[in-house]
């Protein structure tokens, strides 16, 4: 879900900027690191906010307490963290959606019928608004042909198909596949409904990690 090096810029908790750099957000350590070829030194204990940008685009502000400063590593903890206007666009989520794959026309059948098209039960792993991710057995397909994923609850209040096509560099292991797809055809509704699911579920897991010291750290929404 969360990139170990993205763009990042460093600021006093007065919004006073300090430096350019990179982030990495540590579930695992709940703790948010800022690095560079110099970072200032800042004293123990002090608060500092950290911006994580993407494609130019800031998605993330975490404020927390320095934990760590050293000439190129400043890590904070204790954070409050403020999902910013618009990073659902960007980011991607970690998911274990069923779905069902129905197969393209391969140019060899051309004979075969749309209703005898068949349906393959896949598992959606990863999904952003531009790509998924999904887990089944292996397919035969035309690799320039697109795929219809049929997707429900929880990404979707009702089915909708999405419209998507797969990388070559899939990865296959004997009979199980992993597809990494693009998404190249999704209606106006459905792109909604996908980001307020996205959203929902980065919340959550910033909720999670950091919620194990509710008198100090806070993950806040912007509607």
């Given at each position: 879900?969360?990139?170990?090096?993205?763009?990042?810029?460093?600021?006093?908790?007065?919004?006073?900027?300090?430096?350019?750099?990179?982030?990495?957000?540590?579930i695992k350590n709940k703790s948010v690191d800022f690095t560079n070829t110099f970072v200032p030194l800042i004293k123990i204990g002090a608060t500092v906010k950290i911006i994580c940008n993407k494609n130019g685009q800031?998605?993330?502000?975490?404020?927390?307490?320095?934990?760590?400063?050293?000439?190129?590593?400043?890590?904070?903890?204790?954070?409050?963290?403020?999902?910013?206007?618009?990073?659902?666009?960007?980011?991607?989520?970690?998911?274990?959606?069923?779905?069902?794959?129905?197969?393209?026309?391969?140019?060899?059948?051309?004979?075969?019928?749309?209703?005898?098209?068949?349906?393959?039960?896949?598992?959606?792993?990863?999904?952003?608004?531009?790509?998924?991710?999904?887990?089944?057995?292996?397919?035969?397909?035309?690799w320039e042909s697109s795929l219809s994923v049929k997707v429900s609850e929880p990404a979707f209040k009702k089915p909708t198909t999405i419209e998507i096509k797969a990388d070559k560099n899939s990865l296959v292991f004997?009979?199980?596949?992993?597809?990494?797809?693009?998404?190249?055809?999704?209606?106006?509704?459905?792109?909604?409904?996908?980001?307020?699911?996205?959203?929902?579920?980065?919340?959550?897991?910033?909720?999670?990690?950091?919620?194990?010291?509710?008198?100090?750290?806070?993950?806040?929404?912007?509607?």
């Amino acid at each position: 879900m969360f990139s170990n090096n993205y763009q990042a810029i460093l600021m006093s908790d007065n919004d006073v900027l300090l430096e350019y750099g990179f982030a990495a957000i540590s579930i695992k350590n709940k703790s948010v690191d800022f690095t560079n070829t110099f970072v200032p030194l800042i004293k123990i204990g002090a608060t500092v906010k950290i911006i994580c940008n993407k494609n130019g685009q800031s998605i993330l502000s975490f404020i927390g307490e320095v934990y760590l400063s050293s000439r190129k590593l400043l890590r904070i903890i204790s954070i409050k963290c403020n999902l910013l206007p618009d990073a659902e666009k960007l980011l991607s989520v970690n998911t274990n959606i069923n779905a069902e794959i129905k197969l393209p026309i391969i140019k060899a059948k051309a004979f075969t019928s749309q209703q005898n098209r068949k349906l393959v039960d896949c598992m959606i792993v990863a999904v952003s608004t531009q790509r998924l991710i999904f887990n089944s057995s292996q397919l035969e397909f035309d690799w320039e042909s697109s795929l219809s994923v049929k997707v429900s609850e929880p990404a979707f209040k009702k089915p909708t198909t999405i419209e998507i096509k797969a990388d070559k560099n899939s990865l296959v292991f004997g009979d199980k596949a992993r597809y990494d797809c693009q998404i190249i055809m999704i209606s106006d509704s459905a792109i909604v409904e996908l980001m307020s699911f996205i959203r929902a579920s980065i919340l959550d897991v910033l909720k999670n990690v950091l919620d194990n010291n509710p008198e100090t750290t806070q993950v806040e929404g912007v509607d």
